[in-house]
């Protein structure tokens, strides 16, 4: 009886971490594509941890700089990526490239 | 003389006209907005009326490879010396930028010439953007502040749209090679990015 008390228990342990683990998901990977002067998806909705690649398929340098300073690649060279962990609090980023101000996006952080 | 040949001629008028308008931007009084003025000069309404025969090539790559890398080094020499002069710091990173961003397209565009074995051909739509740039950086350099500010960016309102209409002119659709042409339409939006900037920097100078 008492084995049986013994396994029911670690039984529910191990239930209990696996809802855990389900519950808070893998970070993804997610990228913006940076083509032709302006950042592709232009706004994107990502989870807490999640990392974003920035990929400059343009023939000039992009930055992608954090209008609050959350985040700064500097250039990213043509043909080149960075990559950051924008989402380190929920909430909405606005950002742009600091050679070229008129390229905006957005990451909205859940 | 063939049809041909008058295409030719006819087409590398425009290109001419073009150098010649983009010159005389960088010259004209910057009391008028240029951005109105220069736009007539350089791409005077289409006709219409007539096919579309002038697509024939009329210049070859190598003459085009040339204008673009002329093109490229003229606002790079002009951005070099903002970046020195500017009295705002708007001016001054737009220069830097001009000088980043078309010293990255010179740099591709030798290294397809290169690959392509193909050595830029000097013409005289090139020598009148040369001519044009020189006039320009030896104005600008009579002059200091804010007249200085004005200055560069009417001229750089009106060198971007004269480049942007011989782009989709004459540029690209007479460019044979589809790797030279795929340069020039990864070119444009720089050009059309650098001209939204040029004018956002121009209305916030007078207002």
Redesign the interface.
Known sequence: MLSQVRYAAIASVFALGGVAACTRPTPRAHTVTIK???FDPAELTIARGDTVVWSNT????HSSTARNAAWDSNAIG?NATWRDVPGKAPGRYEYYCV?????KGTIVVR | MSPTRLTDRRVLGALVALATAVAVAGCKKTENPPADTATPAVAPAPDTTKPAAAAAPAINDAQIAHIAVTANSVDSAAGMLAEKKGASKAVKDFGKTMVTDHSGVNKQAVALATKLNVTPEDNDTSKQLKSGGDANVAKLQGLTGKAFDKAYIDNEVAYHQAVLDALDKTLIPNAQNADLKALLEKVRPAVVAHLDMAKKLQSSQTT
């Open positions: 032709n002067f302006a343009d023939i000039v340098p043509a050679f070229h101000p008129t390229m």
